[in-house]
């Protein structure tokens, strides 16, 4: 799967950053959704935060992933726009 796929993939996999805290979702989900290692999903993961379309926050053990609207609907414009 290519970084675009897999960025879609978790960004619609994602809740909406206005959801709780809760609604999120743990690396672990990702990982029994796509059947891929804990290693592929983390670095997808890393990059995606690094890119600023996911946000992470730890909760105890787990760390809790959910979508960054506010870069997404940007990003989506620009794609409109044309590269």
């Known amino acids: 799967m290519r970084l675009p796929q897999v960025a879609a993939c978790a960004t619609r ?3 909406r950053a206005e959801d709780a805290v809760s609604s999120g ?13 804990q290693s592929t999903v983390s670095a997808h993961l890393s990059l995606l935060q690094q890119a600023g379309l996911v946000t992470a926050v730890k909760i105890g053990r ?8 506010v870069v997404i609907r940007a990003f989506i414009a620009q794609m409109d726009k044309g590269l």
């Open 13 to 15: 996999a994602l809740p």
């Open 25 to 37: 979702r743990a690396r672990g989900n990702f990982e029994s959704a796509s059947g891929l290692s």
């Open 62 to 69: 787990r760390v809790v992933f959910k979508r960054n609207e």
